[in-house]
């Protein structure tokens, strides 16, 4: 029982506490509920005021903008009213200016109509007034012919001879009076133009001989350079071609030879050899080749600094080396080289005086000899004014510049300007006094046609003239000519030099034949 009623008694205790908190948790409840309406109360009429403010503002915002787009529009209406009454104005004026121009044209038109019958009235009033004339003139017409005796055509005919032989005289009188004026001003200005080219270009002229002094240091080494029993001399008279002269004259050998750069390679290897004391056939031939490279290396240095005085440039190495080439060259006595720059000069002042251009005077005037240093026999028998044009055309010269080199000796027509520029200007250079000497020239073209008899044989190697001509010594190939065939080429060629040549005194003629049998040993 105790257990039953503590049991009743905790359950009717829980029971009563559970009730008890129920009420509790409802009266809160609503006092929850109660405040949140309250606060809701409260965020809805904030939110109410706060729309309030927005719809206003948003309205006062779209006032402002309604008003913005109607001054806008107002503004764009205004602005196209503006237009509008331009347009109507310019309109207004184009028409007030059509009409005026209406008024103006018909009353031109009613001017014109006025003056075109005006016109017609004169011009049948004209039309009676020539009839009438020409009535008067064939009555004029008859009553002279009546009184001269002569028909109207036989007057005219009489007449126009009578003033075309007036006239033919009149024209003949100032024709000949215009060209003797134009000749004598001609020939003063040509004659200036010549003298004061002259004058700009005056230079002194050395005539060139044909013979070289070398200089020793002592007469001790005359005998070195003869060799035993002449040995060495005549090695090197065989290598250069030069005949050497060894007399009593005092510290000094006589070098003699018509081409001048045979002399000098002569005289360069002489110099070497007796620097190097070293003298005997085998360096005498060595030495002779390596000046012989070194002539060609400094014909070409003479060539590139000949180009590059006168100004001239975009001259092909061919002919740069033709014209190096020209310095061991003579014309009638005078140097070519020195020849062929002096017309240069000559030419360009005389271009430079006539208007001209004396770039392309000057480069026509350097190149119109350079038909004179032919490179192969064969060369020689083409006139050398036709083989310097092909040459300037075979390496790219302007066709003036070719015409000029062909025609300087009238071997063709001249076509350029600068044509007879060359000319005159060749023929300035070789008049002067002093400047040439037609004996000398002639004198080696002889000894020239020597040698080249010589090498038209068959085996010839190499042939030179010497002793002034009086002697022609022949080196032949020693595998082609037998010594048999030697003595027999001898006689020939002495017979051809007595059919074909003029000359003085006697030629003898030398036929030298070599054997060599050359090792090294190593």
């Known amino acids: 029982m105790d257990v039953t009623s503590i049991i009743i008694g905790a359950a009717a205790g829980l029971l009563i506490g559970f009730v008890i908190a129920k009420f509790l948790e409802k009266g809160k409840a609503s006092k929850t509920v109660a405040n949140a309406k309250r606060d809701a109360d409260s965020i809805l009429k904030t939110a109410k005021t706060e729309a309030e403010g927005i719809k206003k503002d948003k309205i006062f915002q ?25 347009a109507e104005k310019r309109t207004r004026d184009k028409e007030s200016q059509v009409s005026n121009e209406l008024a103006k044209g018909k009353k031109l038109n009613q001017q ?74 001609a020939a003063q200005e040509a004659r200036k133009i010549v003298i004061n080219t002259i004058q700009r270009i005056g230079t002194e002229e050395a005539v060139e001989n044909c013979v070289s002094v070398f200089n020793l240091e002592s007469d001790d080494v005359k005998g070195r350079i003869i060799g035993r029993e002449g040995r060495n001399i005549r090695a090197l008279e065989s290598a250069t071609g030069v005949e050497i002269i060894v007399d009593d004259t005092p510290e000094a050998i006589i070098l003699s030879c018509f081409d001048s750069v045979r002399r000098e390679v002569a005289r360069l290897s002489l110099h070497k050899l007796v620097t190097d004391g070293r003298i005997h056939p085998a360096r005498i031939e060595e030495i002779v080749k390596k000046t012989e490279r070194q002539i060609e290396q ?25 014209v190096g080439r020209m310095k061991y060259r003579s014309s009638y006595g005078q140097n070519l080289l020195q020849h062929s720059r002096e017309v240069a000069k000559l030419c360009g002042v005389m271009a430079a005086e006539l208007g001209l251009n004396p770039k392309l005077a000057k480069r026509a ?16 028998e083409t006139p050398h004014a036709i083989l310097g044009m092909q040459w300037a055309e075979k390496y790219g010269e302007k066709p003036d510049v070719c015409n000029a080199i062909g025609a300087h000796h009238d071997e063709i027509e001249m076509k350029t300007l600068i044509s007879p520029i060359v000319q005159v200007c060749d023929a300035i250079s070789g008049a002067r006094p002093g400047a040439r000497r037609q004996v000398l020239d002639s004198y080696i073209q002889r000894l020239k046609d020597l040698e080249d008899i010589a090498f038209g044989f068959n085996g010839v190697q190499k042939a030179y003239a010497i002793q002034a001509g009086r002697e022609l010594r022949v ?16 006689f020939e060629i002495s017979q051809k030099i007595q059919t074909d040549m003029t000359y003085p005194g006697q030629v003898k003629v030398t036929v030298i034949r070599e054997t060599r049998a050359v090792n090294v040993a190593k």
Request: proline fraction near 1%; avoid cysteine; charge should be negative.
């Open 62 to 86: 779209a006032k402002e903008r309604f008003l913005e787009l109607k001054a806008e529009h107002e503004k764009v209406i205004i602005g196209k009213d503006k237009k509008i009454n331009e």
């Open 112 to 185: 014109l109509e006025s003056k075109i019958k005006d016109m017609e009235h004169r011009s049948d009033i004209l039309e009676k007034k020539k009839s009438e004339l020409d009535k008067l003139h064939k009555h004029q017409v008859q009553q002279l012919e009546v009184i001269s005796g002569l028909s109207a055509d036989d007057a005219k005919s009489q007449l126009m001879e009578s003033l075309k032989e007036t006239a033919r005289t009149d024209a003949m009188g100032f024709i000949q009076s215009t060209v003797e004026e134009a000749k004598l001003t």
């Open 298 to 322: 400094e014909i070409v240095e003479v060539g590139k600094r000949t180009v590059i005085d006168l100004g001239i440039h975009g001259l092909h190495p061919e002919l740069i080396r033709a």
């Open 365 to 380: 005037g350097l190149l119109h000899d350079i038909g004179k240093v032919p490179n192969t026999e064969a060369e020689v």
């Open 475 to 490: 080196i032949v190939e020693s595998e082609k000519v037998s010594d048999d065939k030697a003595a027999a080429l001898s």
